[in-house]
């Protein structure tokens, strides 16, 4: 019999199913490296230039890929990309990265392992605290888990492996943090969490869940990790002058004027939420509104209004819900 939490044995029609997928991924392989490429679109090469920078001293939040597009994100972020370190035009190629046709095949390969890793660590969690019984004559239930879970979230996935965003990584490590954290790993759960934050700030929203179950021992892992991840690991890489300096830049040359709407247009024009098609309903309804896309920040405020209505549906909803159960202080100290 079949353990809980096992990853089964794929018949014969799944093996079918598994082959046209893994075909599927590798025919994507060459039309991602000819966009980024030969095309000159996605944004891989921005956290590549980033990783050269980091190493080579070059001033971090002033790199620009071939769109003239900047870095915004913490220096940890681009110390770990310097494995696919880009340089500038005129530049030596560092002796330790490979080529970028290389190196953008690598990094979307590396991409989908952390995708299939992710859905298999996700499915394999349900089925060890929500055990779900299939019928027979159809697909198992780790694989109805699988597939159910890749559907939902394609066109998001999709998106970012068409335009080189570490998607993916963001999605293993935020599976992992809450899988790990419903079987109580603390450590390993608050260092999923703590180094998604590394990588893209916005993850530091999901703190709120063990926030509200007063998990204060959570909560000091996780400071504890963020504080060696932004912290001490760029402190130990580049010195601690250095990073001083690369925080001040990110924060008054990026994250402050961000904040505030206080931007160059060139920075206006990378991150403001009117520039893409999809990004929140505040946003999606002024760019309807607009007929296209536009570079301001922040929102109009009726549609930041909006924004702000819906994110209190939202936080509404799920606190109701969850109340009693997930939201439980008790659960956590159970």
């Known amino acids: 019999m079949l353990a809980v939490g096992a990853v089964p044995r794929l018949r014969r029609r799944e093996w079918f199913a598994a082959a046209a997928i893994a075909v599927l991924v590798l025919a994507f392989l060459p039309i991602v490296v000819r966009k980024a490429v030969w095309l000159g679109q996605g944004d891989a090469q921005v956290f590549f230039r980033a990783g050269w920078a980091i190493w080579t001293g070059y001033p971090l939040y002033q790199i620009i890929d071939h769109h003239g597009w900047t870095y915004h994100y913490p220096p940890t972020f681009a110390l770990l990309m310097g494995l696919f370190a880009n340089p500038l035009p005129g530049y030596p190629q560092p002796w330790w990265a490979p080529p970028f046709p290389a190196a953008v095949a690598v990094w979307y390969l590396i991409n989908v392992a952390c995708l299939v890793a992710g859905l298999h660590i996700w499915a394999n969690a349900i089925e060890r605290t929500r055990p779900i019984e299939a ?149 999606l309804v002024a760019r309807i509104a607009a007929g296209d896309a536009f570079y301001s920040t922040p929102l109009p405020q009726w549609a930041f209004d909006i924004q702000l209505a819906f994110d209190a549906a939202v936080v509404a909803a799920i606190v109701f819900l969850g109340r009693g159960g997930f939201w439980c202080p008790q659960a956590a100290a159970g």
């Open 135 to 283: 019928k027979a004559g159809y697909l198992q239930r780790h694989w109805v888990l699988v597939i159910g879970a890749l559907l939902a979230l394609l066109p998001f996935i999709g998106d970012g492996l068409a335009r080189g965003q570490p998607t993916p990584v963001l999605l293993l490590l935020i599976v992992l943090f809450l899988s790990r954290y419903v079987e109580r790993c603390t450590a390993a759960a608050s260092f999923a969490l703590s180094l998604a934050v590394t990588i893209k700030i916005f993850p530091v929203v999901l703190a709120v869940i063990p926030f509200m179950r007063r998990d204060w021992k959570f909560m000091l892992w996780m400071v504890s990790w963020c504080g060696f991840l932004l912290v001490v690991l760029p402190v130990v890489c580049v010195g601690p002058a250095e990073a001083l300096d690369l925080y001040r830049a990110m924060f008054t040359e990026h994250l402050f004027g961000i904040a505030s709407g206080a931007m160059s247009h060139e920075i206006a024009s990378q991150v403001s939420p009117g520039a893409f098609s999809s990004i929140g309903i505040g946003a």
